[in-house]
T-cell receptor
Framework: EAGVTQFPSHSVIEKGQTVTLRCDPI?????LYWYRRVMGKEIKFLLH????????ESGMPNNRFLAERTGGTYSTLKVQPAELEDSGVYFC??????????????FGEGSWLTVV | GEDVEQSLFLSVREGDSSVINCTYT??????LYWYKQEPGAGLQLLTY?????DMKQDQRLTVLLNKKDKHLSLRIADTQTGDSAIYFC??????????FGSGTRLLVRP
């Protein structure tokens, strides 16, 4: 079974440009999460989808970040315009349910973003 | 809000045991996790423990949970050079978000 896949794995863009990150969760997982780790700090929650609905977007830093999950399958995270402080690794994760063993959350390899 | 604390660095000799410690503040956490991140790689789920358990063992890994003190530890027996990585402790809050510690960098010396 395929795990959580993310694209691109690495991206270098100039300040002011736009980048779109994509995440394909594990098949059948209703819950999809975005997290990020910037500048070697702790990993921080960005938002949580349940199917196509945003369950919690309290971690989104500002309105330059837009996440979508049309159709409840893959998700995109767009940063527009990118700033230097957005550099870091963006992790996507998914889980089957929210209770019991479904609480197990699986992460992708991450999209490493560098803004120059 | 919820806080998860870990020591930043641990160095051990190959073959020794490693113990990585974590403390947390949210007593309502139902699941607690250990993730591993190797250099340039993603987050790998190592193991997790349900809050009504005191201990969980999985091959070389032993997780101990002290709910009273809100202390979680990960013991790696017979540590190998391939175990060198950053280890993240995480709790799940009431809204199903993972709260991570800052990670413990484990260095295994030959």
């Amino acid at each position: 079974e395929a795990g959580v896949t993310q694209f691109p794995s690495h991206s270098v863009i100039e300040k002011g440009q736009t980048v779109t990150l994509r995440c394909d969760p594990i098949s059948g997982h209703d819950n999809l999460y975005w997290y990020r780790r910037v500048m070697g700090k702790e990993i921080k929650f960005l938002l949580h989808f349940v199917k196509e609905s945003k369950q919690d977007e309290s971690g989104m830093p500002n309105n330059r970040f837009l996440a979508e999950r049309t159709g409840g399958t893959y998700s995109t995270l767009k940063v527009q315009p990118a700033e230097l402080e957005d550099s870091g690794v963006y992790f996507c994760a998914s889980s089957q349910g929210l209770k019991g063993a479904g609480n197990t959350i699986y992460f992708g390899e991450g999209s490493w973003l560098t803004v120059v | 809000g919820e806080d998860v604390e870990q020591s930043l660095f641990l160095s051990v000799r190959e073959g020794d045991s490693s113990v990585i410690n974590c403390t947390y503040t949210d007593s309502s956490s139902t699941y607690l996790y250990w993730y591993k991140q190797e250099p340039g790689a993603g987050l790998q789920l190592l193991t997790y423990i349900f809050s009504n358990m005191d201990m969980k063992q999985d091959q070389r890994l032993t997780v101990l949970l002290n709910k009273k003190d809100k202390h979680l530890s990960l013991r790696i027996a017979d540590t190998q050079t391939g175990d060198s990585a950053i280890y993240f402790c995480a709790t799940m809050d009431s809204s199903y978000k993972l709260i991570f510690g800052s990670g413990t960098r484990l260095l295994v010396r030959p």
